[in-house]
């Protein structure tokens, strides 16, 4: 059973960079041909897909987001982490991290729980 769980500070001040931690369990990162995905949610929104790293390390970014997104990994730790720059309020969300299944249609097959992540001053 794979299991995702998301970690970082909750409130974020604006113009500063949000980071978060997805660490994985149950399941390499490095499997072929997993992609391991950030999505957030902002209240009262949809779900909207942020970027993803592949099992290779190579990495896809949201268009509206690229310029502000980095995502990154550390396979000694098994974690993927996404940093946001440049963040308003409009960038407070619930942050997901999920794993995409390439053999089951490239849906999302496992969801960590979740963070709240706040942009305040």
């Known amino acids: 059973q794979v299991q995702l769980q998301e970690s970082g500070p909750g409130l974020v001040k604006p113009s500063q960079t949000l980071s978060l931690t997805c660490t994985v369990s149950?399941?390499?990162?490095?499997?072929?041909?997993?992609?391991w995905s950030w999505i957030r949610q902002p209240p009262g929104k949809g779900l909207e897909w942020m970027g993803a790293?592949?099992?290779?390390?190579?990495?896809l970014y949201s268009p509206s987001l690229k310029s502000r997104t980095s995502i990154s990994r550390d396979t000694s730790k098994n974690q993927f982490t996404l940093q946001l720059s440049s963040v308003t309020p409009e960038d407070t969300a619930v942050y997901y991290c999920a794993r995409v299944d390439p053999f089951g249609g490239y849906e999302y097959d496992y969801w960590g729980q979740g963070t709240q992540v706040t942009v305040s001053s």
């Open positions: 149950g399941g390499s990162i490095t499997t072929d041909y997993y992609y």
């Open positions: 790293i592949a099992y290779s390390g190579s990495t």
